[in-house]
């Protein structure tokens, strides 16, 4: 069970749309100063879907636990940003837990941010900020 099956369903609106916020944020400042060679893209995991299309989406390959932000980097690499945000209700589930073992053994930057200004220094550290 993850902490979000123990939320109302006002709590999680209110935590998807604090996660939204944050990820708009982070975006915006992406458009502002990525380094040359760098692209990034969502993955829209989060949405609330119904059966069907649950079943076609991953039929298509959609993995539950992937990282919010990808950023394919020069040489192949590529890093994954996942934002949560800094309520004491808002931790990985085990998906994204996993998800973050299979890119620390295969050797890809991962990192969890939980506000702007660590999300800002993760992608500085990467080199993908300007």
């Known amino acids: 069970m993850t902490d979000t099956d123990t939320m109302s369903i ?15 944020l982070v975006v915006r400042h992406l458009s502002y100063g990525v380094r040359d060679g760098i692209n990034y893209f969502a993955i829209p995991n989060a949405a609330k879907r119904g059966p069907k299309l649950a079943s076609w989406l991953k039929a298509e390959g959609l993995q ?39 890119c620390k053994k295969l050797g890809h930057p991962y ?14 550290k990467w080199r993908i900020m300007k």
């Not at 992937?66 to 209700?89: C, I, N, Q, Y």
């Open 10 to 24: 006002k709590e999680y609106r209110q935590h998807l749309q604090a996660e939204h916020s944050l990820q708009a």
């Open 64 to 102: 539950a636990g992937v990282a919010d932000l990808v950023f394919m980097l020069p040489r192949g690499k590529v890093a994954w940003l996942e934002l949560k945000t800094e309520s004491k209700k808002s931790k990985q589930n085990d998906a994204q837990l996993n998800f973050e073992r299979i």
């Open 111 to 124: 990192a969890v941010a939980r506000n702007i200004d660590e999300a800002l220094a993760i992608l500085r």
